[in-house]
């Protein structure tokens, strides 16, 4: 397909910044290298970080597509019509593009949990459920949960915070039957997805994934099975009891926490050494889920 000639900026996300085509059925993402923590964009960005995620994004989007169809169109799209705005000058965008079809994005989030940790791990201890749903007693933080649970959320307008909903809430939202289909895509996605990255000496623990229409087509838009969308354990460091060592932004989470910041803005700048080990954890990442095992 030969990409259109022209792109505006639309808008810029906490990560993403997006660009509309002339066509106005095609958008263009570009991958910055800002990380946001607790609902708000840090002062510091993440070397390469961008690079990474449309990468690895790029990666799972190939091998999912006969699961679900995605919205990428281009991941090395012509930028023959690029008009430097200040924001990006063409040599900076390599690796971090993708041109992607635009779609109307589901107002909700669709999130699959196979761990007990975090936010779940808290509500298990008072209730023993996770997002109203019951789980057995005698579960431990870090545990494997019985089979994996899907947990959908609100999409919260920028600095407010997501709301864990019910299934049956997310169907009133979307509707019955595509809350069904997203329900039953995510939970495959997650399934495919642990199995191979298991291989490979990483536990995702959980993982988000956001969907759109198109042409009243369902479709996995945004990003997949990255840093930033989901939680990556080493398998080799795992164990039950606690909460293990990541290779996501829970480390980030992790110096704020010890800081005590109050999350309110304006967010407080990183020390360097919390900038390389991030830097450093995506890059691990990246390797041990895509390079060729032979």
Not at 44 to 70: A, C, E, H, Q, Y
Request: glycine letters at 6%.
């Amino acid at each position: 397909m030969q990409p259109p000639i022209d792109f505006i900026f639309l808008r810029q996300g906490k990560v993403r910044d997006v660009y509309t085509a002339a066509d106005s059925r095609h958008l263009l993402i570009v991958a910055s290298d800002r990380i946001s923590a607790f609902d708000h964009v840090l002062p510091n960005p993440i070397p390469g970080k961008g690079i990474i995620l449309t990468r690895m994004s790029n990666f799972w989007f190939d091998r999912t597509k006969t699961i679900v169809r995605n919205h990428i169109v281009d991941t090395e799209p012509s930028l023959a019509g690029w008009v430097d705005d200040g924001r990006w000058h063409r040599e900076q965008l390599t690796q971090r593009v993708v041109l992607v079809r635009k779609a109307e994005p589901l107002p909700i989030e669709a999130i699959v949990r196979g761990y007990l940790v975090g936010s779940g791990w808290k509500e298990y201890r008072q209730a023993c459920s996770v997002c109203g749903i019951a789980l057995p007693k005698g579960l431990v933080e870090a545990d494997r949960l019985p089979e994996p649970i899907f947990t959908p959320s609100t999409k919260a307008d920028a600095g407010a915070h997501d709301e864990n909903i019910s299934f049956e809430r997310a169907a009133d939202l979307v509707g019955l039957e595509i809350a069904q289909k997203v329900r039953d895509i995510s939970l495959r996605l997650y399934v495919f997805a642990t199995g191979f990255a298991e291989q490979r000496g990483i536990i995702i623990a959980d993982t988000k994934f956001e969907f759109g229409m198109v042409d009243g087509e369902l479709i996995l838009i945004d990003e997949l099975f990255t840093p930033d969308s989901s939680r990556f354990w080493p398998a080799d460091s795992y164990q039950l009891g606690i909460s293990p060592p990541s290779f996501d932004k829970q480390f980030v989470r992790d110096s704020l926490e010890k800081i005590k910041w109050d999350k309110q803005p304006p967010a407080p700048s990183l020390p360097e050494d919390v900038i390389c080990k991030t830097a450093e954890k995506y890059q691990e990442a990246l390797k041990r889920l895509t390079e060729d095992k032979g």
